[in-house]
């Protein structure tokens, strides 16, 4: 089949409400692609224009991470969009056998498909579905999103195309905001992102109902369960990053670019650190749900090696009252010989009398001086009352 006298269909390779969507090669650039043929516009009078507007949408976004659009356009009374084929997979696994993967791999998720969505908030542009499905491996590990069907411009709140208060997007993976029926911003998607990662490393979502209304309330009040506590295996730093993207409140959550950030630069391999504890992650709020890291104990300090007075402590170490060094991360009780600091306005009579050289001797001595003149004086008055007082008695 030969769409636009320009398209070759071949193979399809996936099917939807609204259409299909075909391997295809373009006989003029002689190139493989993939068109998406809209088939249920008459039964949708908003169909044509969600079609249409994802056509517009994605093509105003040039990134390695977004699956590029190249054509728009009608044939035989039906809307067809002209696509970058990615050769691969979803992200979406099956039901049966949901697709775990180890963390690095999840990490180059974050990274690529943090990218993509930073590109696209950019241009203002919310992608309000981001879910595994939506997200495409090609065969070089490459993730790039897709399917902005339900996208929405920032500035544009029309192009929703929705029923107002009518929720889109996938309910898995919708964030609270939205839940509450509030707008959809670039934080709605790092939320939705955060459960796709975290499904990724359990294979499960952070939250799973009997009815949509129970998972709405879940998504708005219920914090999810750490990663590690179901099994994943990753450093802390990861899981505590991950907690934060499921942040409740959106002002709360990183943004895209600083996520794309963080785990681009190997930030969630980081371990404990020696004596000055583990830094939080950039952007990772105080309130993130999860255990926090262990903080490793400072080492303790060498038997005889006392704090000099005065000496401003290390980073990070609090003084406890009542307890000396710390050992093995538990106060030791202060025993033996304890230092004693002397204020520097009340110098000690040790130092004074140390202090000078000759100088000071001469000094010592010239105070020294007036304490004998004083004894000898009363010795001699005494032996003169005791001659006078015999001489008067005999």
């Not at 099917?15 to 090669?25: C, D, H, N, S």
């Not at 809307?79 to 970058?84: A, T």
């Amino acid at each position: 089949m030969l769409v636009a006298d320009r398209y070759r269909l071949h193979v399809c390779i996936g099917r939807g409400g609204m259409g299909e969507v075909w391997q295809a090669t373009d006989e003029v650039l002689g190139r493989a692609v993939a068109v998406k043929l809209m088939l249920a516009q008459g039964t949708d009078p908003s169909a044509a224009d969600r079609f249409r507007l994802e056509a517009q949408t994605a093509a105003r976004l040039s990134h390695p991470h977004v699956v590029g659009v190249f054509d728009f356009g009608t044939w035989d009374g039906k809307l067809f969009l002209v696509m970058e084929l990615v050769e691969g997979d979803s992200l979406a696994g099956s039901p049966s056998d949901p697709l775990v993967l180890p963390a690095e791999r999840v990490a180059v998720v974050a990274a690529h498909a943090a990218a993509g969505l930073a590109a696209a908030h950019r241009q203002g542009v919310v992608h309000r579905d981001i879910k595994p499905g939506n997200l495409l491996v090609d065969a070089e590990g490459t993730v790039k999103l897709a399917d902005f069907g339900i996208a929405r411009f920032v500035d544009d709140p029309s192009a929703a195309l929705t029923t107002t208060g009518q929720i889109v997007g996938t309910g898995l993976y919708l964030a609270p905001e939205r839940a509450l029926g509030q707008p959809a911003s670039s934080a709605s998607d790092v939320y939705s992102l955060g459960c796709v990662l975290y499904q990724l490393l359990t294979g499960r979502p952070p939250f799973r109902a009997d009815t949509a209304t129970a998972l709405l309330y879940q998504h708005i009040d219920t914090p999810p369960v750490p990663p590690s506590r179901l099994g994943a295996a990753l450093p802390p730093e990861f899981e505590t990053y991950l907690l934060s993207l499921l942040a409740k409140q959106p002002e709360q959550r990183p943004s895209a670019q600083a996520i794309a950030d963080w785990f681009s630069s190997g930030a969630w391999r980081a371990y404990p650190q020696p004596a000055q504890g583990r830094a939080r992650p950039p952007h990772a709020p105080h309130h993130a749900t999860g255990p926090a890291p262990a903080v490793p104990a400072r080492p303790a300090p060498m038997h005889g090696a006392a704090p000099l007075p005065g000496a401003a402590p290390m980073p990070g170490a609090a003084p406890m009252p009542g307890t000396g060094p710390m050992r093995g991360g538990a106060p030791r009780p202060t025993t033996g010989t304890v230092a004693a600091r002397v204020p520097a306005s009340a110098p000690s009579s040790r130092r004074r009398e140390r202090s000078g050289g000759a100088g000071g001797g001469l000094a010592e001595l010239s105070r020294r001086r007036p304490r004998k003149t004083a004894a000898v004086a009363g010795a001699i008055a005494f032996v003169v009352f005791l001659i006078i007082g015999m001489a008067w008695l005999s």
